[in-house]
């Protein structure tokens, strides 16, 4: 298993608690949220980066969009290895409603 | 109105900096991120607070961003790193020539311009040499010390010094005996005037007792190795004790030679004469300090006058004020004792090198990655089809140069620290280097910037330039004839070589022709002994035998008489300064006129041994007192100079009272060919004799090497014995011209290989270019011969026109450098010629071994297509 910074434990959660509806601004919000202080943008791409690298994450495109000038969203959401091993425990449980 | 109906974007200045900074597969997905927050912000609270919504969110992503631009950018780092290597890997051999070519070139030009540094830096550490003149009179360096009452009398002078050089016999310190060293006697004001850096002892009082001496420090390690050297004595001449007060820096930078300063005013305890220091002696160098801002012209106009005011009796002369820093590169002084000279065109003529050969390192480095280059085509066009731009690929290539380049200039520089000693050694002079230096560092980084952008911006632009889609076809390049840069680089490079060429071969003929010109005298089969211990006189006799002049040594003919026992020996004489390097002067009074004359001490043997050719009236006589420093033989060119009537009959005043001239000698070059043979006399005063001068048989040198040897220990058993031969003391007149004509063969070996590696990665990069035209050719018919003349035509051509540049430069220079030899060789078109034809050669060489290669390979596999 590969060790994971802070950040990147916190931006993990986050895809995993957005649940498929995770992009760029979706998780600066979602952590901001829960964090609560403002994250960057900036702050996230390279803990997703990393986490797309290490295998946790997988990113896909959504269909192009008129709001963003014909431009493709970038979703990310949790791969086998990124997700937890028993969704049933508890504590799972309870720290995705804290988040 | 139309303006308000076009939403506001976000500030372009932010917007273009977010997309500079996001270097990601995703770059676009990511920016539209930054512009929804604007536009979120925009439609919540208007633009103003968009725009600053944007600005905040740009600046806390800022470090995130550098972040993600650097693990992008070491991503393609690490690829166009792969790529670098695997392509030095594919061409082993041409990436080694070129990398250790180019360091090469560098290391060679660094240690030539480490020696150009040290002969410019000569005399400039000096802190008050632009205050520092030296006084002269017409091309007269020495002057009599009755002049230091004008000096006194104007307040523009602040300090004098005068300096008498000496060499001295022997020495002694502690209870062992040393060879000569070059003793300077200086008035106390030497360390007011000029600065040395004082180790031990204090500027202020080191010259304050008469028998003080100031110390080099190597000579102090000399004689008297780690121990402290204060305080201790220094015995000249086995009679003149000095006691150590001070020890100083060795003086590399000073133009005038010394190992050792002793107080001026010891000299006439020195030499055994009270009054010395009064005679009317024209023997001292004389540097005056002037005051800040003080007219050098008016100066020199009043002391002109107040100096001949006192010369009474004597032709008004000229006197001029020197610059002390424009001393060591002028040779155009009659004599000049224990002053070293440098020679500006052989800087001119180093520096030149350097730089040529440095250029032709870089061209060559050039010319073989721009050659290189395009067989990188199909890498290129993969590149730009799978996305990068002219700025991607630029950046590639100047990568990747620099990396060689820098490869290069660390070889180069461990070069230089290899062969710095070997270097010191063959230009005869220590080199020391600090560099830290801004000129190194500002040097080193300018050959870096040249050569990476020159090689790198070249092929990147051009390769950039091409459509890749031609590029995959394998549609050839441009080929290389027509490109007109890389045209010009081998022509400069060849007219480079060319020159150094004709520059060796000039100086070889030179230094052949001095080897091989008569200098009027023999040279061959002479021994030169320095006398010391028993063989000179003692302080006791030295005075009483000084005032009368008249006794030959005992112990000098007791040494003379067992020589010459021997059959292998067979003639001795004893002499002042050896022939080939007078110096010492004195000052004859013709009827009532100066004229200085070169004097040569030796007695009346001399010219058996020596093999000079009398023209008229008889030598000195060994039976003739009056002879003793009264009778003179002077030389062919001192017999209108004098002016005497009759010649052997009229008296004139010199160094020992009333003398006649007995005789005439045939010219002969008692100095270097440097300079023209001038009036000189011969005259016989044994107690001044220093060295004796021992021809010994051809047919058995070594047993008469072993007589003189024995003979010394039974006559003088303490002091130590060394001898020289007569050619080589000769022969060290022209080491400076030996060691270049050295140096420049290096240089010309390595430049024509340099040129050469050039010219065979080019000529090998065209027949590459031209396989398939050859190839056809030869299906059409063509032989073998009329392909390689094709292919080797061009550049025969380039290497011609190269002579165009090369001729005039080197004809200049070249002309220089022989102005400085009163005897000299003509410069013909012959080294000029045999230069070019030369160059010709290795190139057709070079390049015939691609040509040939390419025009005897099978045209089948040429103009297959698959």
Redesign the interface.
Known sequence: MKLLSRNEEIILLAVWRLEGDA???SIRDQVSEATGY?W???????PL?KLTRKGYIA?S?SRPTA???G????LYDLTATGRPRDPGLPVERHSRARI | MIAARIPPGPPGVIRRLIRFFLRHEDAGGREAEFEEIFAEEARAQGFNSARRAYWIQFVLSLPGLIMNFIMWEAAMLKNYLTIAWRNILKNKGISFINVAGLALGIACSLLIFLWVDGEMRTDKSQPRGDRIYRLERGNWVHLPTSYRKAFENFSEIEKFVQFDAWETPILRAGDKLFDSMKLVFADDTVFVVFDFTFLRGNPRQAMTDPYSLVLAQSEAQRLFGSEDPMGKTVVFNNAFPFTVSGVVEDPHDFHIEWRALAPFKSLPMFTGRPGFLDERNDNYSTYLLLQPHANVVSLTAKLTAAINTTRRGEAPALFQLRPFRDVYFNREMYSEKGVRHGNMSLVILFSAAAVLILLIACVNFINLVTARSSSRAKEISIRKAAGAVRKNLLVQFLGETSLTVLAALILALVLVAAFLPSFANLTGKPLDVDWTEGKWIGSILLVFLFTALASGLGPALYLSSLEPVALMKGRSLRPASRAPFRTILTVFQFAAATFLIAGALVVLGQVDYLKAKGLGYDQEQLLLVPLKGELTEKPQVLSARLKDGKTFGEAKSVFKRRLLQNPDVRGVTFIGQSPGELTSTNTWTVRGEKRPMIIMNADPDVLDVLGLKLVDGRTLSWDMASDMGLSYVVNEEAVPFLGLNPLFGETFRANFGPSRVVGIVKNFHFRSLHRKIGPMAIVWFDAWTSTAVIKVSGTNIAGAIAHVRKVWSEVNPQAPFSYTFMDETVGKLYAAEIRLARILKVFVILAVFLSCLGLFGLSAYVAGQKTKEIGIRKVLGARTSKIVILLSKDFSKWVLLANLFAWPAAYYITEKWLQGFAYRIRLGIGPFLLASGFALLVALATVSFQSVKAATANPVDAIRHE
């Not at chain 1, 960057?40 to 390279?46: D, F, K, R």
């Open positions: 992009f760029g601004i403002q960057s943008l900036g702050a996230i791409y390279v980066d990113k495109y709001r963003r000038g431009r493709s969203k970038v």
